[in-house]
C-alpha cells in the first residue's frame, strides 16, 4: 500500500475537522496547537516503558480509541489483533486515516463501552484511557469492561482532581465514625453537574484513591501506577458479589 503524500494527508486530515489527538501523519501533525501540548504522545512517554515491548500474539481492545493514537501504539509493538472503538464517528474516520497512513492493520467500530459485551471477545489488553469521567456510569463501565472484555490486562486513565494521595482504608467503620471522609487520601468522587473545561460530557473527576478503589471493586487488581493518572491492572475476581446492572428498557412505541 503506498501512503499518502503530506499534501493530501494534510488535505484529508483538515477535511474531518478539529483533531483531539496529534499525530504524526508523514510529517503533517493534526492537533499542533494543542492546549496540553504534544497530546497524547507527551502523555505517553511517561509510562510507556510500563507496557509490553512485545506484543506478539496478543489481541487489543481500545475503549474510546479517539483518533487511534494509543490503537496504532500497540500494533506497532506487534499486537496481533487491535480493535478501535468509539462512538463519534468523526474520530473514527480520524483513526481510520492515521492507520492508513502509518500502515496499520487496525479495526474500528462505533461501538460504546456499555455495549462491549456485543462484541462477544475478551482481550489480551484492554485500554480505557480517559473515558472514565466522561460517562454517565462509570462504574457500570468498568464492570461490564471486567465481565465481557477484559481477560488480562486493563491500561486505565482517568483526568483526576483533588489529592494524589492513595490512603490504605480499612474494612469496616463504625456508622458514626466519618473523620475519613474528609482525609485527602479517601476515595472520592466529584460530579460535574454543568460544564467542565467547556465540556459537558465531564461528569466525574475522581481522586486518585477513588480510581484506584474503582478499579479494585470492579475486579481489578491493581499491578502498578506508572503515571499519577494510569493504572496498570489485572483482571482477577470481583471482591464482592454486586456487579454490572443490566436494565429492561421498555417495549418499542412506548419509549419515554
Not at 68 to 78: N, V
Not at 174 to 197: C, Q, S, T, V
Not at 214 to 230: D, H, K, N, T, Y
Request: proline share 6%; net charge negative; aromatic share 10%.
Amino acid at each position: 500500500m503506498t501512503k499518502p503524500r503530506p499534501a493530501q494527508i494534510r488535505e484529508r486530515a483538515a477535511a474531518l475537522g478539529k483533531w483531539f489527538h496529534n499525530m504524526d501523519l508523514n510529517g503533517v501533525q493534526t492537533a499542533p496547537d494543542h492546549f496540553l501540548n504534544d497530546y497524547p504522545n507527551v502523555k505517553w512517554r511517561r509510562f510507556q516503558h510500563a507496557m509490553p515491548a512485545d506484543l506478539t500474539g496478543q489481541s487489543v481492545l481500545d475503549i474510546g480509541c479517539n483518533a487511534g493514537f494509543y490503537s496504532i501504539e500497540m500494533k506497532q509493538r506487534g499486537a496481533t489483533r487491535v480493535l478501535g472503538i468509539d462512538t463519534d464517528e468523526r474520530y473514527l474516520d480520524q483513526a481510520r486515516l492515521a492507520a492508513e497512513v502509518k500502515q496499520a492493520d487496525i479495526e474500528f467500530r462505533n461501538l460504546s463501552v456499555y455495549d462491549v459485551a456485543l462484541l462477544e471477545e475478551k482481550f489480551d489488553i484492554v485500554l480505557f484511557m480517559g473515558v472514565l469521567y466522561h460517562l454517565r456510569h462509570p462504574l457500570l463501565a468498568l464492570d461490564l469492561i471486567h465481565d465481557h472484555a477484559a481477560r488480562g490486562l486493563l491500561l486505565f486513565q482517568s483526568m483526576q482532581r483533588g489529592s494524589s494521595e492513595i490512603e490504605q482504608v480499612r474494612e469496616d467503620y463504625d456508622f458514626f465514625e466519618d473523620k475519613h471522609f474528609n482525609r485527602p487520601g479517601y476515595p472520592k468522587l466529584h460530579f460535574i453537574e454543568n460544564d467542565y473545561a467547556g465540556d459537558w460530557t465531564n461528569w466525574w473527576a475522581p481522586n486518585a484513591a477513588c480510581s484506584a478503589a474503582m478499579l479494585r471493586s470492579a475486579g481489578f487488581e491493581i499491578l502498578q501506577q506508572p503515571e499519577e493518572e494510569v493504572f496498570i491492572c489485572r483482571s482477577v475476581a470481583r471482591p464482592k458479589p454486586a456487579g454490572a446492572v443490566y436494565p429492561a428498557k421498555p417495549p418499542k412505541g412506548k419509549q419515554p
